[in-house]
């Protein structure tokens, strides 16, 4: 059974910075996409940026381009979120999953397991 447990999230002043950490179990991790999402209340689960399986190939949001980076330790079956530069509307519970396949997805359908998600609140 796919187990994934974030962590990291917390207060935070507007232009402060936090990293987010997914640790994974029961699942070859180097197999698959990871992927992070959000979703604030009353809005849909959005895409936020993802890792290939190698970690080689991260993909972003445009709303995060430029300020959070995506990465994976493989040896460590752990997948990472640097959040900087945040933002009042950065502000939500984000989630870390696995994807089905090898490649980044961008849609909540492509990713098969789910953490119970870490809130980040951004202070204005």
């Known amino acids: 059974q796919v187990q994934l447990v974030e962590s990291g999230g917390g207060l935070v002043q507007t232009g402060g910075s936090l990293r987010l950490s997914c640790i994974a179990s029961?699942?070859?991790?180097?197999?698959?996409?990871m992927g992070w999402f959000r979703q604030a209340p009353g809005k849909e689960r959005e895409f936020v940026a993802g890792?290939?399986?190698?970690?080689?190939?991260?993909d972003y949001a445009e709303f995060v381009k430029g300020r959070f980076t995506v990465s994976r330790d493989n040896a460590k079956n752990t997948a990472f979120l640097q959040m900087t530069r945040l933002k009042p509307e950065d502000a939500a519970v984000y989630y870390c999953?696995?994807?089905?396949?090898?490649?980044?997805?961008?849609?909540?359908?492509?990713?098969?397991?789910w953490g119970q998600g870490t809130q980040v609140t951004v202070s204005s």
């Open positions: 890792v290939d399986a190698t970690g080689d190939h991260p």
């Open positions: 999953a696995q994807g089905r396949g090898f490649d980044v997805v961008t849609i909540v359908q492509g990713y098969d397991s």
């Open positions: 029961g699942v070859t991790f180097s197999r698959y996409a």
